[in-house]
T-cell receptor, first 115, second 113 residues
Framework: AQSVAQPEDQVNVAEGNPLTVKCTYS??????LFWYVQYPNRGLQFLLK??????LVKGSYGFEAEFNKSQTSFHLKKPSALVSDSALYFC?????????????FGSGTRLQVQP | DAGVIQSPRHEVTEMGQEVTLRCKPI?????LFWYRQTMMRGLELLIY????????DSGMPEDRFSAKMPNASFSTLKIQPSEPRDSAVYFC???????????FGEGSRLTVL
């Protein structure tokens, strides 16, 4: 079965500093990996995805993520954090061999960016 | 595009009542998903449809829950009878293709008293 782990419930970073939100995954085949952001009382918004190709994926709002197959990780990064980046971030995986369209989500990491 | 549209945004009901949540997916998307979000259990997949056909309903908690997709532009999630433990935010999402990302609606916040 596919699964995703987000080991940190919360990440605190100062505005202007780089940020990293960690994600590791477990699948039986090659993964499709996704990052989403959720603001209070809103739905999840898509940030970026890894399907194949370049291990460094660039997405919305200056976010990027690096796929590392040997470490089964897909960490979300941003070079310079903004206060407005404060939100709940979810990593998700789709296991390709099953053909299953649904995503399995991690437990979420709350990012707090301090001014 | 208007995105995924869910209604109602908020629903407060009493235990034992029937609840119906509605979803209009993005036009052209061929997969539709119902997720539930709670503090304790996070985001859980309830059911998903592909080309209007239910593919995986293993996440549906029990027989009190049912979902339908009568056509490509509409889906419902029904809870009958509702219980306080059903209180959660219910999200509908849609996607296109095997590599497509999910697009989420704004959610329906259900409170069962």
């Amino acid at each position: 079965a596919q699964s995703v782990a987000q080991p940190e419930d919360q990440v605190n970073v100062a505005e202007g500093n780089p940020l990293t939100v960690k994600c590791t995954y477990s699948v039986s085949g090659n993964p499709y990996l996704f990052w989403y952001v959720q603001y209070p009382n809103r739905g999840l918004q898509f940030l970026l995805k890894y399907i194949t190709g370049d291990n460094l994926v660039k997405g919305s709002y200056g976010f990027e993520a690096e796929f590392n197959k040997s470490q089964t990780s897909f960490h979300l990064k941003k070079p310079s954090a903004l206060v407005s980046d404060s939100a709940l971030y979810f990593c998700a995986v789709r296991d390709t061999p099953t053909g299953r369209r649904a995503l399995t989500f991690g437990s979420g990491t709350r990012l707090q960016v301090q001014p | 595009d208007a995105g995924v549209i869910q209604s109602p945004r908020h629903e407060v009901t009493e235990m034992g009542q029937e609840v119906t949540l509605r979803c209009k997916p993005i036009s052209g998307h061929n997969s539709l998903f119902w997720y539930r979000q709670t503090m304790m259990r996070g985001l859980e997949l309830l059911i998903y449809f592909n080309n209007n056909v239910p593919i995986d309903d293993s996440g549906m908690p029990e027989d009190r829950f049912s979902a339908k997709m009568p056509n490509a532009s509409f889906s419902t999630l029904k809870i009958q009878p509702s219980e306080p433990r059903d209180s959660a935010v219910y999200f509908c999402a849609s996607s296109m293709g095997v590599t497509g990302e999910l697009f989420f609606g704004e959610g329906s916040r259900l409170t069962v008293l």
